[in-house]
Antibody, heavy 121, light 110 residues
Framework: EVQLVESGGGLVQPGGSLRLSCAAS????????MSWVRQAPGKGLEWVAN????????YYVDSVKGRFTISRDNAKNSLYLQMNSLRAEDMAVYYC??????????????WGQGTRVTVSS | QTVVTQEPSLTVSPGGTVTLTCASS?????????PNWFQQKPGQAPRALIY???NKHSWTPARFSGSLLGGKAALTLSGVQPEDEAEYYC??????????FGGGTKLTVL
């Protein structure tokens, strides 16, 4: 059974930092692209970042570029999101998700339950 | 930046049929946008339903189908069940490994 379990969320002051983690199991983690997706309170989903299988390619939504860093440790089956210079608008539930690719295309197929990040003084 | 637009809300009767759409500000949605559809119920994580226009996952109920319709990606629910009441999101590929979600459609079954 595929499992993605996020951790590391919490309360942080504006301008502060937080590191989110996602522990993966039940699939060959090193073979898949991974993403972070967030959802602000009462709002829709927002794609935040992607990372390829070996971590050599990373992509970010414009609003987090230069502040957030996605990374992975395939030996530990773990995905990370280092968040710096946090702003009120970064407050959200952050989901870790895995991509599936086949001959038909791409699917953001498996999701964790999310970890909540609150940015407030 | 690409904006992806969905109907904010739709209402359907049990047993009825409803189509949700997903449009891109850059033009017609094509297969190259790899449209994905997700269902999210309150307090839950999103669940993948459809990918690359019309491909279903093993857990996707048969009453859900995806297509391209009038330059948009579309999700059709046929024979709607009360448990289909949820928020539905589309996701489009916008090039260069960048993806954009639509704002979501709140589907009410009434």
């Amino acid at each position: 059974e595929v499992q993605l379990v996020e951790s590391g969320g919490g309360l942080v002051q504006p301008g502060g930092s937080l590191r989110l983690s996602c522990a993966a199991s039940g699939f060959t983690f090193r073979s898949y692209w991974m993403s972070w997706v967030r959802q602000a309170p009462g709002k829709g989903l927002e794609w935040v970042a992607n990372i390829n299988q070996d971590g050599s390619a990373k992509y970010y939504v414009d609003s987090v570029k230069g502040r957030f860093t996605i990374s992975r440790d395939n030996a530990k089956n773990s995905l990370y999101l280092q968040m710096n210079s946090l702003r009120a608008e970064d407050m959200a539930v952050y989901y870790c998700a895995s991509w599936w690719k086949d001959s038909s295309g791409w699917s953001l197929v498996y999701w964790g339950q999310g970890t909540r990040v609150t940015v407030s003084s | 930046q690409t904006v992806v637009t969905q109907e904010p809300s739709l209402t359907v009767s049990p047993g009825g049929t409803v189509t949700l759409t997903c449009a891109s500000s850059t033009g017609a949605v094509t297969s190259g946008y790899y449209p994905n559809w997700f269902q999210q119920k309150p307090g839950q994580a999103p669940r993948a339903l459809i990918y690359s226009i019309s491909n279903k996952h093993s857990w996707t109920p048969a009453r859900f189908s995806g297509s391209l319709l009038g330059g948009k990606a579309a999700l059709t629910l046929s024979g709607v069940q009360p448990e289909d009441e949820a928020e539905y999101y589309c996701l489009l590929y916008c090039g260069g490994a960048f993806w954009v979600f639509g704002g979501g459609t709140k589907l009410t079954v009434l």
